[in-house]
């Protein structure tokens, strides 16, 4: 049955291929029904001819082709040596992304790869190589000493003729055949039955649209047969009333004992789009390449996409180039150096976020430990292990003159630690630290952004052909723009700041809870975020718009007003910043506490004075130091937690008090 549908959709064509490019386009031609033992060329046409397999291992080979080489002597990387200058130059003809990603074409189609090198014998054994030169694989014949499986020559068939080439010269690598050790086996191999049935299904499909599509329905006539002029007749006749596309739903009127017959679509041709969807899945198998890569997004979600390519990564193109670093690195890379390669699977943050987190909790990582680990800069007094509930480092002493050097051993019986006075002369010292270094994270980031809205604006500026005009910085001061990118610089870095400070209160509250981000909590911090961004502008705009009137006023140069607005970024980044970050970071760590232990079920929370920056006093901030409050009720100040933004200015602005 499949060879008469295989004869019907006139799979039968000529094959050609033109032999100075082995991956020009081709016709498309039979496989080799099905035999056992299939030739190169099998799986050089399975590529040609078969658009997911021609794409799904060009996206394994562009991916190898990015390797990035690494070259070190012990732990000392080497940059400019001439073996890292002619991996990223081979050959004259190709660049290193070229030449490595069809080397691992080769590989993928032939099961292995021919590197020709102009190699010459140094002393210590080790070979140098100053150009490389790729080796069609259909076109060489290798010669292996039996007994040690040693590479001894290559015949080489050229244009010109054969060549021998000596086995010192080449470099090879292949993926070994269980049947032949040797020798390459195609990745293709195994999937040679799926390519084709894809292939046939692409072909039918092809045919029927080319021969204007599937039968519909026939045309029954009771009368005997019909010669071949009436048969003509009558499909000239049907073609000039019925076939134009505008005469589509015409009623149809039959002359003489005649009806139409209406067909059903068969099942095979209701499979269609089933099997062919399923010999995909087998390609993507076979290859390793994820179906979101192929283009094919249907039903994929993005994290799944985002876990498939990762897997894609990991499983397939890393070992890939640990293979071609590894073959290389055997051949001409000296005995004291190594020849290695930049991982190119994505870091897991999250799953590193984790480790460090661990690692804090359970007290085997020291705070710069973990910061190194997330790719952050050290902190002061980051070195030391902190142990629970004290929160000092282990071997120090906090505050020494004040404090004791541990929290008293009745801290178990109170309900809450922070009720004993010496308890909260500790924590608040802690958390004053832990603010400053909270602080600096949103003033980097602060100054980062009114950087860059001072260049937006001078840029806006220059771009004007009237600058001396009303309004000018209504026009080129784009406030929601503004207010959008404040918003997404901080919001980040402040929920990160707020879920800290909830973890925190852990040690506080003795609970092994889990801290989610509730809708309430997001919802929150979004608002909190959009009415400082918008807050944050509306006061640059005033400040703006006072030296834009007077430059207007006198009659200044364009020059001089760009001064001006340098002028006003420079006293922001003088002071501005970090008030508008101290008061910001406060606010949503101590708000961030306060949700940390609703969720651990500490009923209470009891206020912690601290002096305010530059040992500022409240007086009665001093006087609230460990007034206890349920949960859900506000201070004697009013403020739910110190802070508030509900409190204004006067409570809140270099407030260091916590709970």
């Known amino acids: 049955m499949l060879k008469q549908i295989r004869h019907k959709i006139g799979l039968k064509i000529k094959n050609f291929i033109d032999a100075d490019n082995p991956f020009s386009s081709l016709s498309i031609l039979p496989f080799s029904k099905y035999k056992k033992n299939h030739s190169k060329q099998d799986y050089l046409n399975a590529y040609e001819i078969s658009l997911y397999v021609n794409r799904a291992l060009n996206i394994r080979s562009k991916k190898v082709g990015q390797i990035k080489f690494t070259l070190k002597q012990g732990e000392k990387e080497i940059e400019n040596d001439p073996i890292m200058g002619l991996l990223s130059k081979p050959s004259p003809a190709f660049t290193g992304v070229e030449f490595w990603a069809l080397w691992q074409k080769y590989k993928d189609i032939y099961g292995e790869a021919y590197i020709l090198t102009d190699a010459e014998l140094q002393v210590g054994g080790k070979t140098k190589v100053t150009s490389m030169h790729l080796l069609r694989p259909d076109r060489v014949h290798p010669n292996f000493n039996e007994d040690t499986g040693e590479l001894i020559s290559v015949n080489h068939k050229t244009d010109k003729g054969d060549h021998s080439i000596d086995g010192g010269k080449i ?16 990745l293709l191999r195994s999937g040679i039955r799926q390519i084709e049935t ?68 068969s099942p095979q041709e209701l499979a269609y ?8 899945d087998d390609i993507v198998i076979l290859t390793g390449v994820p179906h979101s890569l192929l283009g094919l997004t249907s039903g994929q979600t993005f994290s799944n996409a985002e876990a498939s390519i990762t897997i894609f990564l990991n499983e397939e193109i890393e070992p890939m180039q640990n293979a071609l670093a590894n073959s290389l690195n055997e051949y001409f890379v000296p005995e004291n150096q190594e020849l290695g390669h930049v991982d190119v699977t994505p870091e897991n943050k999250e799953e590193k976020r984790k480790d460090a987190e661990n690692g804090i909790k359970n007290y085997y990582l020291t705070p710069n430990e973990a910061r190194e680990m997330m790719g952050l800069s050290p902190i002061a007094n980051g070195n030391d ?18 404090a004791p050097t541990k929290i008293k051993k009745n801290i178990k019986k109170l309900y809450h630690p922070l009720r004993d006075k010496d308890n909260r002369i500790i924590y608040h010292s802690l958390q004053v630290k832990r603010l400053d270094r909270r602080q600096k994270l949103v003033v980097g980031a602060m100054l980062e952004y009114f950087r860059g809205q001072s260049t937006r604006l001078i840029e806006k500026l220059q771009g004007e052909k009237q600058f001396k005009k009303k309004g000018l910085l209504a026009d080129i001061f784009q406030g929601s723009l ?48 959009s009415v400082f961004s918008k807050q944050i502008n509306d006061t640059t705009f005033d400040k703006l718009k006072s030296e834009f009137q007077e430059s207007l006023d006198s009659g200044e140069s364009r020059a001089k007003l760009i001064e001006r607005i ?26 961030g506490t306060l949700q940390g232990y609703t969720q651990a079920s500490m009923p209470i929370k009891i206020y912690v004075w601290a002096p305010g920056i530059k040992g500022g006093v409240r007086d009665n901030h001093l006087a609230m130091d460990g007034e206890e409050r349920p949960l859900g009720s506000v201070f004697s100040n009013g403020l739910m937690f110190p802070g508030d933004p509900d409190g204004g200015a006067k409570e809140t602005i270099n407030c260091q008090c916590f709970i």
């Open 198 to 265: 894809l292939t046939q299904i692409e072909e039918y499909q092809s045919k029927i649209l080319e021969n204007g599509g599937r039968v519909e329905g026939v045309f029954k006539f009771k009368t005997g047969s019909l010669s071949k002029e009436q048969l003509t007749a009558l499909k000239e006749g049907f073609q000039e009333e019925y076939g134009m596309a505008s005469k589509v739903g015409l009623p149809l009127f039959l002359a003489g004992d005649a009806s139409y017959e209406k067909l059903a679509m």
């Open 385 to 402: 292990i902190m142990i629970p509930f004290n929160l000092t480092a282990l071997g120090k002493e906090v505050l020494a003159e004040t």
């Open 566 to 591: 340098k002028d006003v970024y420079g006293n922001i980044e003088k002071g501005r910043a970090e008030v508008i970050a101290r008061t910001e970071v406060h606010g949503v760590t101590q708000y």
């Open 273 to 280: 789009l089933e099997t062919k969807k399923l010999t995909i």
């Open 171 to 186: 470099i090879y690598s292949h993926n070994p055949d269980p049947a032949n050790p040797l020798r390459g086996e195609s």
């Open 482 to 529: 503004e207010i959008n990118i404040a918003k997404e610089t901080i919001l980040p870095i402040l929920s990160i700041l707020l879920e800290e400070s909830a973890k925190d209160s852990k040690e506080i509250a003795g609970s092994d809870w889990e801290y989610y981000e509730t809708p309430a909590i997001a919802g929150w911090l979004d608002k909190k975020v």
